[in-house]
């Protein structure tokens, strides 16, 4: 009985000391997750800051917009801001000028990219690399370089205070999102081109029914930041644009900018976070293009 018991108490002995590496292990780990959730918060915090302080000036009368101490929750709350600040800035139009530009903007720029960039990538032909080069060359010419010999060719051709200039151009393509494609089409297995040759399929049904299909995550990248920077762009319409029917949202938001202090604080932040809302909406509606892998392609290795 001594000898069993003995063992016994070796055996448990035996067991803490195994486990007790993992428990340490384990809470060094926790103590790892708290300490990057914790530096994780503070940095939401920071970047949030903005926001929240928009969304406490937009709430307020205009005397209080420039209270020290800041008061952050307003007294007392004027939702009539909003509706204010919407019709200073004839909200219908412009937010429709911005959407019509963004959406041609984003299938203009996606379908154009994707259809340059797929021979770059599959296809091998004499001085090929050589015109990759050229292409992506123009990426590094900055665009107020451009901007003169541009806005003499639209206004050749009547395009000045339209806002054709503003979307047909990104039909042509993106130097970066061509670049971009190019290097995700080159990770796609090029076994699925040659079974799909065999079985018949021309160069343009690859492109279709494989490239685009497995691209999504690329593709989905391209629309969301085509449709953001779109959204948010102010240099080309303030250049091309000269109708206030033709505003789009950047335009009307410099609307409310007056000199010597003047500009109304509280009606521009107003303005400004609901058109902020719109790209808010479409990375959410979009952000799982970010974080998706390609689809299970059934070639191995």
């Known amino acids: 009985m001594g000898t069993g018991s003995g063992s016994q108490v070796w055996h448990r002995v035996l067991r803490r000391e195994e486990t007790a590496p993992l428990l340490g292990k384990r ?7 708290m300490i990057a959730t914790l530096l994780v918060a503070i940095g939401a915090l920071g970047v949030l800051f903005p926001i929240v302080w928009m969304l406490s000036t937009s709430l307020k009368p205009s005397g209080d917009v420039f209270l020290m101490p800041p008061r952050w929750i307003p007294q007392p709350i ?29 299938i203009g720029v996606t379908l154009s990219s994707a259809v340059t960039a797929y021979p770059f990538a599959r296809l091998r032909a004499r001085g090929s690399n050589l015109l990759f ?24 051709i009547g395009w000045i205070d339209t806002l054709r200039p503003l979307f047909v151009p990104r039909f042509f393509g993106a130097p970066y999102f ?19 040759i065999i079985d018949g399929c021309s160069h343009f049904g690859i492109f279709w ?7 999504k995550p690329a593709l989905g990248v391209v629309a ?16 091309y644009l000269n109708s206030t029917e033709k505003f789009t949202v950047a335009l009307a938001l410099r609307n409310f900018q007056v000199a010597y202090g003047g500009t109304p604080w509280h009606l521009l932040m107003a303005a400004s976070l609901v058109a902020l809302l719109p790209t808010i909406l ?14 299970i392609t059934g070639v191995k290795g």
């Open 27 to 33: 809470a060094t780990e926790r103590i790892g997750r």
């Open 78 to 106: 004027m939702w009539s801001n909003y509706p204010e600040a919407l019709d200073f800035m004839k909200a219908n139009r412009v937010f429709a000028n911005s959407t019509i530009v963004a959406v041609l903007s984003v």
């Open 133 to 156: 080069f050229l292409v992506i060359s123009v990426m590094m010419l900055p665009a107020q370089v451009t901007l003169i010999p541009q806005f003499l060719l639209f206004r050749s």
């Open 178 to 196: 061509i670049f971009l494609l190019r290097q995700f089409f080159r990770t796609i297995h090029k076994d699925l081109d040659d079974a799909a």
């Open 209 to 215: 029914r494989i490239i685009l299909p497995l691209s």
């Open 224 to 239: 969301i930041q085509e449709f953001i920077w779109r959204w948010n762009e102010f240099l080309h319409p303030l250049i």
């Open 282 to 295: 479409v990375f959410f509606i979009g952000q799982r293009f970010f974080i998706q892998g390609v689809v």
